[in-house]
């Protein structure tokens, strides 16, 4: 039977659409080798093919108790208690609505980069820290308490901004040779992705699959390049804080960030912020990789939030490790629930589970169009 009819014959094509499961049940796992034995299907060259057309409820049954298994798994069953297990099933079935329907905005931050070996930013302004000859231990400790801004003026008052902008480059502006999870991150929509990163990850990740260079949005632009994008569905990517390649567009010091967001209280209307106030409000954004700590761009949602009001701001979602602690968590939780946002957690320090998560959602978009 060649492989054309298969995929017509009998609604075949819904076998196709489960590639992980089938993978499963051909490989030498010991589980699917037991399951298989106990269905009768004996060594075949393809035994998911066997077993979906020799017995499609058995086939069914089995699906089923897979992909439950894998969902539980990556929502952190066994690893988070039954509350936190249970509110991340909730939003995670929520997320799948709008993800169907093509109507969610992956906001990527440094952590999706990392996983292609690049360095999170705040490595990176160590780095540049210790060149400059700081006491990196103060600096850290100045970091976590998010003085990202003026460490990053010290450092170019120090050494210049030419040295600066050149170990930027060297950092950012390169070819990785992994970049698995950024192309899971790009297949969650056809339209809008924004991200914070200078790097050209998600860039290298889309022309992987065979798409052209996607349409970069700059942050000083007239919304009209956004809107069309977001409403016509089109794929267009929103480097907040400027491409690693055009360095008249980063955003880095503290007198950049109040130029483009405004001097403490974001100011909506310069260009930034009104764009970050468009994809906020039309469609729901799953933030990946990203701390959502007091920055900036939080600032930009929360003024949203406060003149919005709660009940009329999209739900939007977040992909999250757990703080190490109960109590940072609920905070945290409650937090990001007034913003709008519903985080999925994942055990502390875990952060392979970010790839599980994706991968589970994606499976269950792609089985269900």
Known sequence: MSVGKWCADDDHAAYEHRKTFNA?????????????????????????????????V????????????????ALGYGRLDDHWFG???????????????QHVVPFVGAGISCASSLPTWTAHILHQAKSAGFDLATVLNRLQNGEHE???????????????????RDAFDRTVVDVSLATMVVQLTKSVIVTTNYDRVLEQALIGLGESSPELVT????????????????????????DIRSPASYILSGSQYDDSYGVGIPD??????????????HGSILFLGCSLVEDRTLSVFESLVIEAGLANVPRHFAILETPSNEADLVARNARLAGLSIDAIWYPHAAHEYVQLIISELLEQVISTT
């Open 24 to 56: 499963w049940l051909d490989s030498d796992d010991d589980e699917a080798s037991s399951l298989l034995k106990a269905l009768g299907i004996g060594k075949v060259v393809a035994p998911s093919k066997a077993l979906f057309a020799g017995d499609r």
């Open 87 to 101: 509110k991340n099933r909730a939003h995670f079935n929520a997320l799948l609505e709008p993800l169907k329907v």
């Open 268 to 281: 909506m209307k310069l260009a930034l912020p009104r764009k970050l106030r468009h994809v906020f409000e």
């Open 150 to 168: 003026a460490i990053i003026d010290e450092t170019i008052a120090s050494r210049g901004q030419g040295l600066f902008l050149q170990e930027m």
């Open 219 to 242: 942050a000083t632009e007239d919304n009209a390049r956004i809107i069309r994008a977001q409403s016509n569905g089109q794929r267009a990517l929103l480097k907040v804080h400027g």
């Open 58 to 73: 058995a086939y069914g049954e089995e699906l089923e108790r897979f992909q439950t298994r894998r969902l539980e798994f």
